[in-house]
């Protein structure tokens, strides 16, 4: 599903004494089955803007599409029950929205509350499961007794039981350790080059923006900065410091190596992988022994 | 240097859990002014141990002293004087309705004379460059901030052991420099004993010791040097692998053999700057200048 902001603007309790401007003129574009990853600072404007992805909060100015679906300052909320299903919004810490006695059943509730009958709804349940890494044992059991890490997938099991064609992620590594993370983020590319899933991912990792997203747009105080692909915002190192962001670790290295002279023709490397693969090249024209 | 904390054969057991101990026969020293890191995954027991040394959890196995007192049930107040803890989430730790209001919790449980409770609140805020915010409401503060008032909690009762509980886990990478920044000053220049629980790598780094915990058993104690030494395999400890581990086994795939160890992005930057510059070099041994 492709995602188009058009002027969108977002005025918190607009039309009162306390209006607080929160979004002012986002435009951009994300293609079907793209990657986009959202960085800024917090207060930057990141939550406020994929609220309104699927409609939890309408724009105050300018509109939004996703796939077939537009969202205006004007359109009711019954209107908003398709998009809805086909957005699927992962907050920050969504295991703390657990609830049901089994897995199963916490899974099965979204689709059945959409008219599923319940028969279908816990088999779709048990597909969900396998697809987040967990096996049939779990199904049964409490999501109360399980790690954080798991707990985390149940509840994105919840949300892919929707059957979303845009999946949006607030943070979701936050508070999980680096096997979880890395697990976390394998699960999120394997959905998105499998399935098609279009990604919107917040995140204050530029390691994963690096490694993962196709586009990144960089928000600050409430203004969409800049849009591009990691290798044309991470290679602007100077507009990046004005911006008061970070550089992934490679690039970071990278960096260093290039104020002692070392060039990189191929553009600033951004993963330590690229950076080894753009040594290596420098490495055999300069003639050292290759070990 | 003497030892501020002996832990001795400490076991403990959750009542509800039918399985494993959450602490498994665990014993080791703290030394005054050390920094010691405790790493491990998700439920190896390194949350639980740093509960049992502040006297949250009523073990019944085993030995914990702090600054010479024997843990009891008897004593866990003059232990828990001596500590300041800092958790994971900081909306889970405050008490006050204003920033000054919650730094002065500790001094009002100690019956400090309001006139000095001012002076030493206000210092403590000067600390950590939250001075400005004493009226403000807790929650209208970053995760990054809210810790920092945390840590003035702390700094004003001055205790002689601080334990971090994942304690910048939930800050974004500019909070947890930060953080990390005011510790390690802390440490240094009031002589206080960092015990940090965690899986920040740079944070593993900063200490002088790293116990790793795995299955509430004590499995590894070295320097961090020789701890991420281990690369790739540190993300089974808990802990990330160190970016120079990763970019040279990504070398090593394309032929080329960075020294054996660990290296710090430094010694890395030196080591493939000379390799590049000097052609005549072998990459395994680089020439010193």
Same mark, same amino acid.
């Given at each position: 599903m492709a995602i188009t902001f058009e002027h969108v603007g977002y005025t918190y309790q607009a039309n009162t004494p306390l209006a607080t401007p929160a979004l002012t003129d986002v435009s951009f574009t994300v293609p079907d089955h793209g990657y986009l990853a959202i960085i800024g600072h917090t207060g930057s404007g990141k939550s406020t803007l994929i609220q309104q992805l699927n409609a939890l909060?309408?724009?105050?100015?300018?509109?939004?599409?996703?796939?077939? !679906?537009?969202?205006?300052?004007?359109?009711?909320?019954?209107?908003?029950?398709? %998009?809805?299903?086909?957005?699927?919004?992962? !907050?920050? !810490?969504?295991?703390s929205q657990l609830f049901a006695e089994t897995i199963r059943q916490d899974i099965a509730f979204g689709p059945q509350n959409f008219g599923l009958d319940p028969d279908k709804a816990l088999k779709l349940a048990d597909e969900m499961?396998?697809?987040?890494?967990?096996?049939?044992?779990?199904?049964? =059991?409490?999501?109360?007794?399980?790690?954080?890490?798991?707990?985390?997938?149940?509840?994105?099991?919840?949300?892919?039981?929707?059957?979303?064609?845009?999946?949006?992620?607030?943070?979701p590594t936050a508070?999980?350790?680096?096997?979880? =993370?890395?697990?976390?983020?394998?699960? !999120?590319?394997?959905?998105?080059?499998?399935?098609? %899933?279009?990604?919107?991912?917040?995140?204050?990792?530029?390691?994963?923006?690096?490694?993962?997203?196709?586009?990144?747009?960089?928000?600050?105080?409430?203004?969409?900065?800049?849009?591009?692909?990691?290798?044309?915002?991470?290679?602007?190192?100077?507009?990046?410091?004005?911006?008061? %962001?970070?550089?992934?670790?490679a690039a970071q290295f990278a960096q260093k190596l290039a104020q002692r002279g070392v060039n990189w023709p191929q553009g600033l490397p951004l993963t330590a992988d690229d950076l080894a693969a753009q040594l290596a090249a420098q490495w055999s024209t300069k003639g050292v022994d290759h070990v | 240097m003497e030892n501020i904390i002996e832990v001795h054969q400490l076991s403990y057991q959750y009542p509800d859990a039918s399985e494993r101990p959450a602490l498994n026969q665990i014993s080791f020293d703290v030394r005054a002014g050390e920094w010691l890191a405790i790493v491990g995954h998700n439920g190896s027991g390194k949350s639980t141990l740093a509960k049992a040394i502040d006297g949250l959890l009523p073990f019944t196995e085993g030995e914990v002293i702090v600054g010479g007192v024997a843990l009891t049930a008897d004593t866990v107040w003059q232990v828990r004087h001596q500590i300041g803890m800092i958790f994971q989430n900081?909306?889970?730790?405050?008490?006050?309705?204003?920033?000054?209001?919650?730094?002065?919790?500790?001094?009002?449980?100690?019956?400090?004379?309001?006139?000095?409770?001012?002076?030493?609140?206000?210092?403590?805020?000067?600390?950590?460059?939250? &001075?400005?915010?004493? *009226?403000? $409401?807790?929650?209208?503060?970053?995760?990054?901030?809210?810790?920092?008032?945390?840590?003035?909690?702390?700094? $004003?009762? &001055?205790?002689?052991?601080?334990?971090?509980?994942? $304690?910048?886990?939930?800050?974004?990478?500019?909070?947890? *420099? &930060?953080?990390? &920044?005011?510790?390690?000053?802390?440490?240094?220049?009031?002589?206080?004993t960092v015990i940090s629980i965690t899986h920040d790598i740079d944070e593993a780094a900063s200490a002088n010791r790293i116990l790793v915990v795995d299955d509430g058993r004590l499995v590894q104690e070295d320097s961090p040097a020789a701890i991420f030494a281990q690369g790739e395999r540190l993300i089974e400890l808990g802990l990330d692998v160190p970016f120079t581990a990763k970019l040279a086994t990504a070398l090593r795939q394309r032929g080329i053999t960075p020294p054996s160890g660990y290296q710090t992005t430094a010694e890395m930057e030196e080591w493939l700057w000379q390799s590049l510059s000097n052609t005549s070099a072998t990459p395994t041994k680089p020439t010193h200048p």
């Open positions: 909060l309408k724009p105050t100015t300018g509109q939004l599409t996703v796939d077939q !679906f537009t969202v205006t300052p004007t359109t009711t909320n019954a209107d908003l029950k398709p %998009l809805r299903r086909h957005v699927g919004m992962v !907050f920050q !810490f969504p295991e499961l396998a697809l987040v890494g967990l096996d049939a044992s779990y199904a049964q =059991r409490s999501p109360f007794e399980l790690s954080g890490g798991q707990m985390r997938r149940v509840a994105i099991a919840g949300v892919l039981a929707m059957h979303p064609k845009v999946l949006v992620l607030d943070e508070g999980l350790d680096p096997q979880g =993370r890395q697990e976390m983020m394998s699960l !999120f590319e394997r959905l998105h080059r499998e399935q098609g %899933l279009t990604i919107v991912l917040v995140t204050h990792q530029m390691e994963d923006v690096a490694q993962y997203a196709e586009q990144v747009a960089v928000m600050q105080h409430g203004t969409l900065l800049r849009v591009g692909t990691p290798q044309e915002i991470f290679s602007d190192v100077a507009w990046l410091r004005t911006a008061d %962001l970070d550089l992934p670790r | 900081p909306d889970n730790q405050f008490v006050g309705a204003t920033v000054e209001d919650d730094v002065a919790f500790g001094l009002e449980n100690r019956q400090v004379p309001r006139d000095q409770m001012i002076k030493q609140v206000a210092e403590a805020l000067q600390r950590v460059g939250m &001075a400005d915010f004493a *009226q403000r $409401a807790p929650s209208s503060l970053s995760g990054g901030q809210k810790q920092r008032v945390a840590l003035a909690g702390i700094v $004003a009762v &001055a205790p002689k052991i601080l334990i971090l509980d994942e $304690a910048t886990s939930m800050l974004d990478p500019q909070g947890r *420099q &930060a953080m990390l &920044a005011l510790v390690r000053e802390l440490h240094e220049t009031q002589h206080l």
